[in-house]
């Protein structure tokens, strides 16, 4: 659910000149226009740009690991390894059927890692849903209960902020033809 949160945040709010957050939203944002790009690349090349600022938390817990719990270092160690690897989960939820080993398959077909058909609905104009792009498991409860609409209702009346998804996507947002 927080991978959704995050991913509706960069979606709708801030551009590439967004301070900390700008390249994110700005790739972000770029995927709405050519998300097959992400099966095309390599899987070192596809996770590198989250493991890099990853492994600044990572010695931070390694540090500590010796002082904390067996059951704290293994959360938060499969905790941020599984924040690496949701690149590689959103990848496999664009990538053709038959070129997915069995596993992965299996996995999405019992909704532990989002499906094709999943999230292929969140590239659909005006992109308002369906954000969760792990396991998509809270898709349909964080969108039936209107969870985003109400989040932006309050940073609305907080900023005067609108996000994006209120309005027809432009130009730049359209999806261009797949290579």
């Not at 704290?72 to 080993?101: G, I, Y």
């Amino acid at each position: 659910m927080t991978e959704g949160i995050y991913h509706w945040g960069v979606d709708n709010y801030g551009d590439g000149n967004t301070p900390v957050f700008g390249r994110q939203i700005a790739a972000f944002q770029g995927h709405h226009q050519r998300p097959w790009t992400i099966v095309q690349r390599e899987f070192c090349n596809n996770l590198q740009q989250v493991f890099k600022p990853a492994s600044v938390p990572a010695a931070f817990f390694l540090a500590i690991s010796p002082f904390m719990s067996p059951a704290f270092n293994a959360f938060t160690s499969t905790f941020l390894f599984l924040v690496c690897m949701s690149q590689q989960f959103h990848a496999w939820s664009h990538t053709k059927r038959s070129e997915l080993p069995g596993i992965v398959l299996a996995l999405q077909e019992a909704g532990i890692l989002v499906s094709r058909k999943m999230h292929g609905a969140h590239h659909k104009a005006p992109f308002e849903g369906n954000y969760c792009i792990v396991s998509g498991m809270w898709n349909p409860v964080l969108d039936e209960t209107r969870f985003f609409r109400k989040l932006e209702d309050f940073f609305y009346a907080t900023t005067k902020v609108e996000p994006r998804c209120w309005y027809p996507p432009d130009a730049e947002w359209a999806e261009e033809g797949s290579a």
